[in-house]
């Protein structure tokens, strides 16, 4: 049954009050005040106490009544009694009780448990940060390693989240908006529309405008960010890369401006490599070597002092030529000149040059500023990246080029600059709790104090014979992964002899169908799936393929004491306060709607691993004694979920304190926001580990007939083109791209009728936009219906929309419409599904980080006006 | 005036370089020279035998790796393999607990007290994106 029963609600009636939890519209998880009145919530707002928004909340945050309130909200449980599965066909739902639904599924658990765990995928939609641990300790106890967030990671984290971990120990990075004067922005919104830390951000970004920093938006498409922008850049899609690094070369070898002290100091600047591009390493303790130009010799990086870490020159140790690994870039940017980079990303040779030179003059290089009586180095510039430029086959390049112009400038994680958010916490005054702080790894090089899982972006583990579906232990940079549902998955099972296949299926909420890439691939791989579980609040796209479907609680009847937690993803960056928001249940359950987490404590205790559930749970929350759960003593959800409080806050800040109060807070030191200083850990400007890793990777697949192409693993960055830019076909003509709406979440928040009519009134939401000049000269007309079509055959249909404010190659959709399931009737036929067009393979992924590559060339040709 | 970075503070007068709190120090039974530990493997480890808990008996002075190198030995390459890594290093997805507080390095020292030290071990999932 569920926790809170519908009489403790009854006995709140005819109350007014206003009680704190937190939005589960997007991954943001702003905090907000759900107004409830006799029982039903009427209005929600930012809770103006909470650092997470600070009181803000956006469309989608406001909107959250009708999603929980949608009548068609799943109720009860239900089993397909069609055994045919596909994308159009009916499953023939029958309403069946929970302890049948639990019986099944336990059943079928209890086999492929004591068959083969790993045959189990446990799979999540990201929208709802809190579903993080409950599901991992689930799978984690269960005992498989097949772990996936549909299209997250592979449409953004598996760059945008490793470059910001390697180089800023955090999930992602912003501009430090309080003190930056210089933000470029590279296909990123942070502080514009959705995103981490949503609210919060738009907030600091929109102070940060008013109080002068300009703000330069590099993108296809002039919306949420560029429309706010100093300046709107238009690129090539995918050509992040060469802009980033044109502006580089101009700032390096034409202008001679770069942070020297901040090169020796904190990065592996100094460290010299060899003819092979690996470090020279001392024979005996086989550090990375320096060459110390006090005594004119080359010595272990830690027994310098930075000041005298040479930066440049030609040196022999021990008979092998060597160079420190800046002279290296600095000799590789030569061939980015702005000439070039023009060619490449259609942007004038002199924006190029004026563009890097801003940039360095806003640097500021060898300042400092004095912040709550800390004298901290300032650099009020930033350049930041997300979804937009490392959403292509040359993932990792486009944004490591573009967070090299912070690090030449020294702008990393200082006053003004970028920052990661939050890499470095003390902790709470009184318990100290939680506490990280990046370290020192192999090499001297950064590892992350705090991860969001323990696929830690440095060092990666060793690339060895995959025995995980998704290749993650062969393709070890890589987090999430499109070997799942890839077209061509058998055959890299087969290959590397993965000895078993997966079986079964637990999904919280994900619309795998629409999220991933084209429907007909995931749909193929759904369906071989003996048995799929669904914990849903509407039937999707993806429910056609499940078993159980299992009706969930909202997220205003739901409880999670760590919505938004880790620190890393969704509070807030730049100074201000540490903020631990819970969410509580402000309604109660509807019909026989449970909460996923509760259930899956259920399930555990039904199969027999409760001992295990436990454990995992202990580690997931880092619980210590005396709130460790032991045994298979078989705690409830809010148990848990009070035992990690009171871990983290003291005994008498449990759950009843929070329900009452809603968050805890404290105040943000500068050590803290502005940690660089702080803690001697080095970031590696030259991926010196790049190569071996790529190396040995290659060393296990291409025996097996898998070739890695190694252009990609060079330590240095380059621009290297997708498909797109190689395809010549005839009328393929534009680059199609998708962006995140800024009135939606992913496919999920399409159901909302509120949503759903912004973004009717959004001349963009549901419609495809192009180049106003290049439509007339094609003869297309505003609102004009049109087939898009891939260079492999695939085609949507929608209506175009002209506008000056996007580059004349591109063809800019706004992400995840176009549902055709009866079961979200508000959502059903808007829009355009851009994710059928994307190919979902090999060919078709970052060869290092299999991220998507989410481009694609395009023909448009009108198509008949019938709806 | 452009200032050194590496001059801009004095990382010993900062709270961030200083070591985090110890872990509680267990009280050390004199009279025994014995180490009597007892491992619980949870997950997938716990999948690679029928047996999932252990009792061990350790000579003082020995250290979390020697408890790994046993159950190595019992449990094949394929627990060890799952645990380190090549270097002998514990792998960060698996989590491991002493009286109940994690320890991350192996070579941290086991102390004979009057009753068995628990050691909780359990693989975690690795990669997570979004």
């Known amino acids: ?867 | 005036m452009n200032i050194r970075w590496d001059a801009v503070v004095d990382p010993a007068a900062v709270e961030s370089s200083r070591a985090p709190p110890a872990l509680p120090h267990p009280i050390i039974d004199r009279n025994s020279t014995d180490i009597r530990v007892r491992v619980q493997l949870f997950g997938a480890l716990a999948a690679l035998s029928s047996q999932r808990s252990f009792e061990l008996v350790l000579s003082a002075g020995a250290f979390v790796a020697d408890v790994i190198a046993i159950l190595g030995e019992r449990l094949g390459e394929i627990f060890s393999a799952q645990v380190v890594d090549a270097d002998g290093v514990k792998r960060r997805h698996c989590r491991l607990f002493v009286a109940g507080y994690p320890i991350e390095n192996l070579q941290t020292p086991l102390y004979p007290i009057s009753d068995l030290t628990e050691i909780d071990i359990i693989l975690l999932i690795a990669p997570e994106g979004g």
């Open chain 1, 1 to 867: 049954m569920n926790m809170f029963s519908p009489h403790q609600f009854k006995a709140a009636a005819q109350e007014d009050v206003w009680l704190p939890s937190s939005c589960a519209l997007c991954y943001s998880t702003c905090s907000i005040l759900a107004h409830r009145v006799d029982g039903t919530v009427i209005k929600i707002e930012g809770n103006p106490d909470s650092a997470v928004g600070k009181g803000r909340l956006c469309g989608k945050g406001v909107s959250g009544i009708m999603t929980h309130y949608d009548p068609n909200r799943l109720r009860y449980p239900m089993r397909r009694t069609n055994p045919k599965k596909g994308l159009h066909e009916d499953p023939g739902w029958k309403r069946i009780s929970w302890t049948e639904a639990l019986d099944e599924i336990a059943e079928v658990l209890r086999k492929v448990r004591a068959d083969d765990p790993r045959k189990l995928v446990v799979q999540r939609t990201t929208t709802v940060t809190a579903s993080r641990v409950p599901l991992h300790a689930f799978a984690s106890a269960f005992g498989t390693p097949n772990f996936s967030v549909s299209g997250g990671g592979q449409h953004c984290g598996n760059g945008a989240h490793l470059i910001s971990g390697i180089m800023h120990a955090s999930w992602s990075i912003v501009p430090d908006f309080e003190y930056c004067n210089y933000a470029i922005f590279f296909g990123a919104s942070k502080g514009h529309s959705a995103g981490h830390a949503s609210c919060s951000n738009m907030g600091k970004a929109a102070d940060a405008r008013v109080r002068g920093m300009k703000m330069v938006v590099v993108d296809p498409l002039c919306n949420f960010a560029a429309a706010k922008a100093t300046e709107w850049v238009p690129l090539r899609v995918g050509t992040d890369a060469a802009l980033a690094l044109g502006m580089c070369n101009v700032m390096v070898n034409e202008l001679g401006v770069y942070d020297g002290p901040y090169l020796q100091a904190k990065t592996n600047a100094p460290y010299l490599i060899g003819p092979d591009k690996l470090y020279v390493r001392h024979p005996q303790s086989k550090m990375p070597l320096v060459w110390d130009r006090r005594s004119g010799s080359a010595r272990p990086y830690n027994d310098v002092s930075a000041a005298d870490m040479a930066l440049e020159g030609e040196f022999t140790v021990d008979g092998v030529p060597c160079r420190p690994a800046f002279h290296c870039l600095r000799e590789h940017l030569r061939k980015f000149s702005p000439d070039w980079t023009e060619n490449i990303s259609g942007i004038a040779a002199a924006t190029v040059r004026r563009l890097a030179n801003e940039f360095a003059t806003e640097a500021r290089i060898g300042s400092t500023i004095v912040v709550d009586g800390v004298t901290l180095p300032y650099r009020p510039v930033a350049a930041i990246a997300f979804r937009g430029a490392q959403g292509h086959k040359n993932s990792v390049y486009n944004f490591y080029a573009v967070d090299l112009l912070n690090h030449l400038v020294g702008a990393a994680d200082v006053v003004g600059g970028c920052l990661g958010f939050n890499p470095t916490s003390h902790g709470h005054p009184e318990t100290g709790k939680v506490r990280y702080i990046p370290t020192a790894g192999p090499d001297g090089l950064m590892v992350v104090g705090s991860w969001m899982g323990y696929h830690y972006p440095y060092p990666p583990p060793e690339p060895r014979l995959p025995k995980n579906l998704g290749l993650q232990d062969l393709l070890v940079i890589g987090m999430t992964s499109p070997f799942l549902d890839s077209v061509d998955r058998e055959e890299m099972w087969e290959k590397f002899d993965v000895p078993y296949r997966p079986e079964v299926m637990i999904n919280f909420g994900a619309n795998l169908v629409m999220s991933i890439a084209n429907k007909d691939a995931v749909a193929e791989s759904l369906s071989k799936y003996k048995f799929i579980v669904s914990f849903d609040l509407f039937l999707t796209e993806t429910s056609n393929f499940v078993d159980i479907i299992l009706p969930d609680c909202s997220y205003l009847q739901s409880l999670d004491a760590r919505s938004n937690f880790p620190f890393i993803f969704s509070l807030p960056g730049g100074l201000g306060e540490w903020c631990w928001p819970i969410r509580q249940p402000v309604l109660p359950s509807d019909g026989e709607q449970r909460q996923f987490a509760e259930v899956l404590l259920e399930i555990a205790d039904r199969v027999g691993f409760r001992a295990d559930l436990n454990a995992a749970y202990n580690a997931w929350l880092n619980l210590e004694p005396p709130y460790r759960l032991t045994g298979d003593t078989r705690y409830s959800y809010e148990e848990i979920s009070d035992r990690e409080l009171k871990n983290n806050f003291g005994a008498e800040r449990g759950l009843d304190w929070f329900k009452q109060n809603g968050i805890i807070k404290w105040k943000k030191k500068p050590e803290e926001v502005y940690w660089r200083p702080f803690v001697d850990v080095r970031v590696p400007i030259y991926w010196e580990f790049l190569k071996p890793i790529g190396d040995k990777i290659a060393a296990i697949a291409e025996p097996r007939g898998f070739k890695i192409p190694l252009e990609y693993y060079d330590p240095l960055p380059d621009f290297l083109p997708c498909r797109s830019h190689c395809c010549n076909k005839k009328d393929f003509d534009f680059y199609g791209f998708y962006y995140r709406d800024v009135v939606h979440t992913n496919s999920f928040t399409m159901e909302n009728p509120w949503l759903d009519e912004a973004a009717r009134l959004d001349p963009f939401s549901y419609t495809i936009a192009i180049n106003r000049a290049e439509a007339a000269t094609r003869g297309f007309t505003d609102g004009q219906r049109v087939w898009v079509e891939s260079e492999s055959g695939r085609k949507v249909k929608g209506r175009l929309k002209l506008t000056e404010c996007i580059h004349p190659e591109g063809l800019g959709f706004a992400a995840m419409c176009g549902h055709w399931t009866d079961g979200q009737p508000i959502a059903k036929g808007k829009g355009v599904f851009y994710n059928d067009l994307l190919e979902l393979d090999f060919e078709h992924m970052s060869p290092v980080n299999i991220n998507l590559d989410l481009c694609v060339k395009v023909r448009v040709t009108p198509a008949e006006e019938s709806p």
